[in-house]
């Protein structure tokens, strides 16, 4: 099995992802900042949690890959011939009040990481996008060749660069690069900075929760299995150099996936199903909708389906209690 590089490895994607990697018998070479947007501890659990089931299969590095002196020398020692970058600085709203943070982890970092898998001249670099990138598109569900030049939030807009950046690469280098837009994910060991654990969190206390636009709200909600099954898909198959045009549109080494549930579910809906998990009757506290936000979301996944033979199979009916089941074992509630 191939020695695969998985950067954001403490993250809540990049936990599963290393986790299924290492399951099928693979080697992973873990790297992660450890930043304080949200609690260190729920990371230092994630690894901790691979380093119990795996062994030395599984190593670790803390060290920022936006740093590029401190990533080459970190990463001498190692040999690896694929590379699954999921860090990055997330969140549409942290970033209309932290833009630098988004310059240094996601331009930088990104180029960083495309240099690395340059010089390594690796067999398959596979990268974390967003559904952000659709901006205000009104026309769903959003497919990969969509016009997204638009963007209503800087996090968004510094997705859509690596993108841009990555066929600069593609075209250039030759690099198989595949770019995954990612459709709200959830699941166990997910982001506190997330609606589902934040209103799960809000209910055991008795607390209100936020809810933005009146609920006028919908979501392409994608359980954290599905999303792994893909990235694996795709980091199992690297785009061919052989000159035809790639989902997204290239001519080069690079491919555009958006990874979805293939729905999109109202708010409404996943509240309800939050209640029901837990047993708490939400309290709800209706707020205007925020700036960067969109109203919804929706994922074509033809492109995917048809290359990869992806589908999403959990739908939020499942998702949602597996969720709250995992959130009160954690939080012993």
């Not at 970092?109 to 340059?118: D, K, V």
């Not at 510094?158 to 841009?164: F, G, M, P, Q, S």
């Not at 593609?170 to 934040?198: E, K």
């Not at 790639?246 to 958006?258: E, I, P, Q, V």
Request: proline residues 5%; glycine residues 10%.
């Amino acid at each position: 099995m191939p020695k695969t590089l998985v950067t954001g490895a403490a993250g809540f994607i990049g936990m599963h992802v290393a986790e299924a990697l290492l399951a099928r018998g693979g080697e992973v070479v873990g790297i992660d900042s450890l930043n304080a947007y949200y609690d260190v501890a729920l990371k230092h659990d994630r690894l901790a949690g691979l380093h119990a089931r795996h062994g030395d299969r599984f190593v670790f590095h803390h060290v920022d890959f936006a740093d590029a002196e401190a990533l080459k020398t970190t990463l001498a020692v190692h040999d690896f011939d694929r590379i699954i970058h999921l860090g990055a600085q997330a969140g549409v709203r942290y970033s209309i009040e932290h833009p630098e943070v988004y310059g240094q982890s996601n331009l930088i970092g990104h180029l960083n990481i495309l240099e690395l898998a340059r010089h390594r001249a690796v067999k398959h670099c596979v990268y974390a996008s967003s559904s952000s990138v659709y901006g205000g598109n009104t026309s769903v569900p959003f497919r990969v060749e969509d016009r997204v030049d638009r963007p209503v939030s800087l996090y968004a807009a510094t997705k859509r660069a690596n993108e841009i950046m990555s066929e600069s690469y593609a075209h250039l280098y030759r690099i198989p690069l595949t770019g995954l837009r990612f459709f709200t994910v959830y699941g166990p060991w997910g982001r506190p900075d997330m609606m589902i654990w934040i209103f799960t969190k809000a209910m055991f206390a008795g607390e209100p929760i936020p809810v933005f636009n009146d609920g006028r709200m919908e979501r392409d909600f994608t359980f954290i299995d599905d999303i792994v099954a893909g990235v694996l898909a795709v980091h199992d198959n690297p785009p061919p150099d052989d000159g035809r045009e790639k989902a997204g549109g290239s001519m080069a080494t690079h491919r555009l996936y958006n990874i979805g549930n293939n729905r999109s579910e109202p708010l409404g809906r996943m509240i309800e199903l939050l209640e029901a998990a837990t047993g708490r009757s939400a309290i709800r506290r209706n707020l205007p909708i925020q700036p960067g936000d969109v109203v919804r979301t929706a994922a074509d996944i033809d492109a995917i389906a048809g290359d990869l033979g992806y589908r999403p199979t959990t739908s939020i009916d499942v998702g949602v209690p597996k969720f709250v089941d995992w959130y009160r074992g954690y939080h012993g509630v």
